[in-house]
């Protein structure tokens, strides 16, 4: 860990959630020498705590933010093509309730999310007639339909970063950054491994603040600078239910405070149930749903549907924080999800990120970039928009899950699926050599057995049963108390894993390092 105290670094970035990962990831790629260390897992905060949606954001247009809505409805269209084992098309069903928007709104409103981006192969918005088939209350008859897409969150933030060590960049997780000082035009950081205590150094000619909901505190205690920029920690839950709908479609529900709920199918069984918007002033490491956002969530929905959902129904809440750029907004679903980038280069260059969406994280890293070309002159072109992520040449989903099971007869039919969904062609590097279900090593259930185990730990840094169960896979709503803990011993009796994953032995070679 400690092998490179006197090398310096073209770029550093702190944190490993979305925005972080992307940076580094589109960095690497452009030839810089990069490292990223994140405090807990990859994904561990925000950015798996999301609606698990790339969208436009058809509410924010509401609050006139079109700049943001063209530009996340473009990256829609880029970010299919980059990675279609995570990201697919998903209808959505808008049921239209006259007294809170009236029917000329809602058409106006599709019409110009139609439009306002390159739309090339979603299908446009229509007008719908709701049978009783869908679900929905007596009352409700009219609606409409229009696309956006569906995406696995922790997986897109892995993927990335996967790309990332694969182009050379060195990530550290479960490491923090606990000091970050200058020293002649370069920063030097001191790094302390969370599980354990050992602390060394990495040294950057540029240092990326990424930090999600600890920017602003990274800028005042890591770093001892004032931050120019104030975070408004929004706190947004989700709950888990048993599936609600019959079809793939998703609702989006309006409500009285003209707030919108979304109703997501979630691994084949579930419905996704979420968000809220409510300030949130505590630990963000500690956030759990409170009892009134659960109630919140339930009135809207049993609103909306004929069956009725009960406390008992909800089998699992999640939250996170949305770290928002304060633009002093009086209410929360008001306030910018734009990004806002604070470059301080009153010595060496510290760029801190302020807001962002997962949809536009790649968007995000260019403008990072291009903020940082001044001091990093050698820094290549960009070349995120055609490359696709880890995995991603798969074509089409359900195709690649029938050919898995043409190369691996042994294969059960929702083992492929799933693979096809969450790892593309990355399962072949635990899957090739293997004849028969034998071959994969002990099964903790659900499928997941010690050959996708290993793989996640030796290439994705997967340390604990929760980053598999809710970050690499969603399998914990699928195994029992004691399968979880027996993956958890087998986990413990394995030997420690190298922070850094064991880099694919098919991709670009690492980049050579700069001296001081």
Sequence with gaps: MSDRPDEVLDLYVIGGGINGVGIANDAAGRGLTVGLCEQGDLAGATSSASSKLIHGGLRYLEHHEYRLVREALREREVLMTKAPHIIWPLRFILPHRPHLRPAWMLRAGLFLYDHLGKRKTLPASRSLRLDPGQGL?????????????????????????????????????????????????????????VDGGTRFTRRCRTLVNAAGPWVESVVRRQVGHDSRYGVRLIQGSHLIVPRLNHDDRAFILQNSDRRIVFVLPYEEDFSLIGTTDR????????????EEEIDYLLSVVNAHFRTQLSREAVIRTFSGVRPLCDDESAEPSAMTRDYTLDLDTTG??????????????????????????????EMRAPWTAEAPLPGGEIGDQAAFAARLREDYPFLEAHQARRFARTYGTLCRHFLEGR??????????????????????????????????????????????????????????????????????????????????
């Design 137 to 193: 209350a007596s009352g409700i008859t009219r609606g409409f339909e229009y696309s956006d897409c569906w995406v696995d969150d922790a997986r897109l933030v892995a993927l990335n970063a996967v790309q990332a060590r694969d182009h050379g960049a060195e990530i550290l997780v479960r490491t923090r950054c606990v000091a970050a000082q200058e020293r002649d035009g370069v920063w030097e950081l001191t790094l302390e491994e």
């Design 279 to 290: 300030r949130y002033e505590g630990d963000p490491a500690r956030i759990e749903a409170t």
């Design 348 to 377: 060496a260059p510290l760029l801190s990120v302020f807001g962002g969406k997962i949809t536009t994280y790649r968007k995000l890293a260019e403008a990072a970039l291009e903020a940082l070309t001044p001091h990093l002159p």
């Design 435 to 516: 004849a028969t279900r034998a071959d994969l090593g002990e099964t903790f259930g659900a499928g997941l057995t010690a050959a996708e185990v290993d793989y996640l730990v030796e290439r994705e840094w997967a340390r604990s049963a929760d980053d598999i169960l809710w970050r690499r896979t969603k399998l914990a709503l699928r195994l029992t108390d004691s399968e979880r803990q027996r993956l958890s011993d087998y986990l413990e009796a394995s030997a420690s894993p190298s922070p850094r994953a064991t880099p694919d032995p098919a991709a670009p070679a690492a980049h050579a390092r700069h001296s001081a």
